[in-house]
Nanobody
Framework: QVQLVESGGGLVQAGGSLRLSCAAS???????IGWIRQAPGNQREFVAA???????YYADSMKGRFTISRDNAKNTVFLQMSSLKPEDTAVYYC???????????????????WGQGTQVTVSS
């Protein structure tokens, strides 16, 4: 059984930075782990993901501002967010699924396991 626990959200001013953490338990060694966010009134939106090999991929709008990384020894995935904008305000979810060679997963339906989410609020 895979469990995911997010942390690191909070209130930050526009232009600031935050680092989110996703602590995973269970057999996630060969899993793809991603971050997906949901703003009020909006559908969930893919942010970034990292495969168990370390390959990273991002939503186009996040490239250059967000960096995803993974510490396999600690079973933790991080999302470093910089140059934050008010439109980045959302609940950020960590999600996981078993990896499949050559695949990328950008749709919420691709993921089997979810954390409870952490709120990020960016003030103008």
């Amino acid at each position: 059984q895979v469990q995911l626990v997010e942390s690191g959200g909070g209130l930050v001013q526009a232009g600031g930075s935050l680092r989110l953490s996703c602590a995973a338990s269970g057999p996630t060694g060969t899993y793809n782990i991603g971050w997906i966010r949901q703003a009020p009134g909006n559908q969930r939106e893919f942010v970034a993901a990292i495969r168990w090999t370390g390959y990273r991929y991002y939503a186009d709008s996040m490239k250059g501002r967000f960096t995803i990384s993974r510490d396999n020894a600690k079973n933790t995935v991080f999302l470093q967010m910089s140059s934050l904008k008010p439109e980045d305000t959302a609940v950020y979810y960590c999600a996981a699924r078993r990896d499949s060679r050559g695949s990328v997963y950008k749709d919420e339906d691709d993921y089997d396991y979810w954390g409870q989410g952490t709120q990020v609020t960016v003030s103008s």
